[in-house]
Nanobody, 124 residues
């Protein structure tokens, strides 16, 4: 069964950095698009960053220039490097994978495979 497991969340100060990792178990990302979304209580999931099957990267305007998404050569891990963190980045971050689709979508419903999430808390 395809599973995604995130790690790397934590509590940090504004301006600090964190790297989130998403490891695929029972499958690989292959040529499928993958993305990171985040969610705060009471709000919908928000697209943060995505990487296409060919490696193209896409970012939400709010994180552009601060976050970097990457994928390892074995295509088993997708990472999110987060620099210059702000209190408004506080959220539960989840990774997701499309199935049979290399194009990144900014819509959570386009991703059938999800991890359980990891909490990021940024204090001022």
């Amino acid at each position: 069964q395809a599973q995604l497991v995130e790690s790397g969340g934590g509590s940090v100060q504004a301006g600090d950095s964190l790297t989130l990792s998403c490891v695929a178990f029972g499958h690989t990302f292959g040529l499928n698009a993958a993305a990171w979304f985040r969610q705060v209580p009471g709000k919908d999931r928000e697209f943060v960053a995505g990487i296409g099957g060919a490696g193209s990267q896409y970012y939400a305007d709010s994180v552009k220039g601060r976050f970097t998404i990457s994928r390892d050569n074995a295509k088993t891990t997708v990472s999110l490097q987060m620099n210059s963190l702000r209190p408004e980045d506080t959220a539960n971050y989840s990774c997701a994978r499309r199935r049979g689709e290399p194009l990144v979508s900014r819509t959570a419903a386009s991703y059938p495979v999800w991890g359980q999430g990891t909490q990021v808390t940024v204090s001022s």
